[in-house]
């Protein structure tokens, strides 16, 4: 609990990943990839309770045994490629109000496929959304200009090439371009009200915790050995 409002943490982990099959329970530094969420969620206090939404039963039980509830499963319909995180949050919080006769006034979400964030990470992001009353606080990381939209390109199956946008045409030194952010995901917060009514992640009032320290996004097999590299310090 955070200034009287009661916070949901919502870890989702279904079993259908690609990249590498049952990425969510795939081992990082020895302990599975959920479990680091579990370790990270004991050193915050303010969150009231943490469930995982999943539709695979090895994964729950991973899942608990990190110190994260497995009280619903995902249903089939939530467990595709093109579901919304939003709509996976909607599902979890309403079941487990409905499974507990509870209620909660934030959701957090913590993707097991960002295994570099610490504690003071979640709580930047629950505290700006309830002191500063944000529909919904996201953690970002600055994009670095090589990459900028401005710079990007497409190209078609012929080999012709455009700019993806525009604007790049007038681009000519990098001074020009405006600082950008990507999402990192290691932290979301969204209150019920944007999550419920507004069916959205992201509300008309929605800021950004910037985060300058190395974030890695899991989705192969170099991407676990790139974070075991920072998790050693090389």
Not at 48 to 67: F, K, L, Q, W, Y
Not at 111 to 140: C, F, G, N, Y
Request: charge should be neutral; aromatic fraction near 4%; hydrophobic fraction near 45%.
């Amino acid at each position: 609990m955070l200034q009287s409002k009661r916070i949901l943490a919502v870890v989702p982990a279904r079993g259908g990943s690609k990249g590498v099959r049952l990425k969510n329970i795939h081992p990082l530094a020895g302990i599975p990839l959920i479990a680091h969420v579990g370790k990270v969620l004991g050193a915050v206090p303010a969150v009231d309770r943490a469930v995982v939404s999943t539709d695979n039963d090895t994964i729950a039980a991973e899942a608990e045994a990190a110190g994260i509830a497995a009280p619903f499963r995902r249903p089939e319909s939530l467990s595709g490629d093109l579901i919304s995180d939003q709509q996976v949050l909607h599902h979890a919080l309403t079941a487990v109000e409905r499974l507990e006769g509870s209620h909660y006034d934030i959701v957090l979400m913590l993707q097991p496929t960002s295994p570099l964030r610490r504690p003071e990470h979640i709580m930047a992001v629950l505290e700006k959304l309830v002191s500063e009353s944000w529909d919904a606080v996201w953690t970002v990381s600055p994009t670095d200009l090589k990459h900028h939209p401005l710079k990007q390109l497409t190209v078609a199956e012929d080999g012709a090439m455009e700019y993806f946008d525009e604007r790049g045409s007038s681009v000519i030194a990098r001074q020009q371009l405006a600082p950008v952010y990507h999402r990192n995901g290691a932290a979301y917060a969204v209150t019920r009200d944007c999550l419920l009514r507004r069916q959205t992640l992201k509300g008309p009032r929605t800021a950004a915790v910037v985060l300058s320290e190395p974030m890695v996004s899991i989705d192969t097999l170099d991407d676990f050995a790139l974070v075991e590299r920072h998790l050693r310090g090389a």
